[in-house]
């Protein structure tokens, strides 16, 4: 009886959680069947982490293969995101920068959250608690698990393995990683999502039907990173260890189209009369969806300001100083982004880069980096690369291997050596660049690269090039430091001292190196 007091009086869940966790509970004791995984995790929440793994170490010993398979499958990916705070500007920004009050507050939550990962519980607890929970979360608001019950298609992606955990010293920075991230964006998806509900139904004086709120959750995932599936759980966790991030991906794929949801019923309908067999047939079935037509401008004022809100920081940006620039021409790997020096920080959280690979595509065209005139390329190629880069480490290291040439066409000639000429090689090492955390790449990286850098104001060595490069990197904006041709000054060549003077290149051979490099 106390084991069903505990449930019930639980701050970890809801009336409907607490439901399900007592079933969960008369499985257990009264038929001696493990509860699947959709309750399991309800337990978890009441009673910790040492009974579930009690329970799942009793399944049958093909359901422990394949999750430690998946484990291990997934992995790579979870080192690479760990010691930063990405969610800040990576997936929090699409609905953070036009709801500054709830970001703000979930910022501060996860930086509690980051010093000590219990605080993650604590946040969970007051949004369970919450009147609308359950009908937020019944009609598709999605929020990630924490817990080892869980199935893999609910925790965050990036840290869908829980292999890391039990990596000596680091696996202490993974779980503060992951509970600071997960705390950001369940905090600022339920907060949002509650805000604009609220704000509609007070508009609309009456309650939000099941569609309006639906609707609404879509987008907040959406724009959170959490894009739409097509597919069961076993080939999704099988898929997010083949992609980097693939929900992440469909999601800036998906979310400009959120104020459209539901909108093309009618179209639909159309369409199946004409269109013969079962394909047909369900689509003369759609059903509209009863969405007031002002929740629909809501959703696209939301995206409308967050566009406007990052396009002004460019704008003020490149009016900054003359050291300080933005470019501005559609189809260059620098498109939207702002430069400092050789340092280029990418603000849109995964956008620019769609937004290029549909230019490209439709235009058949590419302008290089440092360049001004556009040339032709082939519209599929746009396409390869774009998903070649989305691989996730074990995939992509697979692939360069395979074809004995790597993302930027260099041949893969993998050395298992740190530095080489002054400069971190992560490319010709694939241990560091499949399990070295990214925030660790991009400073290391900037650091190397600063070797070849003239000097200037902001360009005044590797502490400067490193900070300009970690404090954006740290909080999720993609941040690079590369120099091309174009930037480099001829007469500027240092010695390389700590080489024997036969091996230090020529002036020739390090121009060549850097066309070679940057020829996408």
Known sequence: RSLYQQVFESAQLSAFEQNSAAKAFSELLLEGIIPARSRLKYLERVFGEELVSVLLEKRLSGEKAWDT??????????????????????QGAGLG???LPEYRRAFAAQLKAFARPNTAMDVR??????????????????????????????????????????IPLLGGLV???????????????????????????ASLGRDLTDDEVSTIARYVNWASG????????????????????????????????APLSGAGAPVARALGRVIPGSIGKALSQTESQLVDPSVRAQLARELVQYVASITTVLALADLSSADVSVQWKPGSSDWGKIRIGQTRIDPWSGFQQVAQLIHAVGTGEKTPIGG????????????????????????????????GKDILGDPVQPKFQLYKMHRLQFRENPLFESFVPLFVQDVLSAIGEDAWLPRGPFMPGRAATAALTAVPAFFGASSQAFTVPVDLDPSYFPKRKLLPKERQPTKQQRIKQQLREFNY
């Open 97 to 99: 920068l036009t709801h």
């Open 372 to 403: 001004d005139e556009p040339y032709a390329i082939s519209r599929g190629a746009p396409l390869i690369k774009f998903f070649r880069q989305k691989l996730a480490p074990i995939p992509a290291t697979g692939i360069d291997f395979l074809t």
């Open 175 to 201: 779980k503060r990683s992951e509970a600071a991230y997960l705390t950001m964006l369940n905090k600022l998806r339920f907060d949002v999502m509650d805000k604009i509900s609220t704000t509609r139904a």
């Open 226 to 257: 959490r894009g739409p599936t097509v597919a069961s759980q076993d080939i999704n966790a099988l898929l997010s260890g083949v992609l980097f991030a693939p929900r992440f991906m469909t999601s800036r794929f998906a979310a400009p189209l």
């Open 125 to 166: 607890a007051a949004i369970v608690q919450h009147p609308h929970y359950d009908r937020y979360r019944a009609l598709g608001l999605d929020l990630s698990e924490l817990g080892r019950a869980a199935e893999f298609t609910e925790r965050e992606e990036l840290f869908a393995s829980k292999l890391a955990h039990r």
């Open 69 to 90: 398979f998946l484990d291990a499958w997934n992995l790579p990916r979870a080192l690479l995101a760990s010691i930063d705070l990405s969610a800040t500007l990576r």
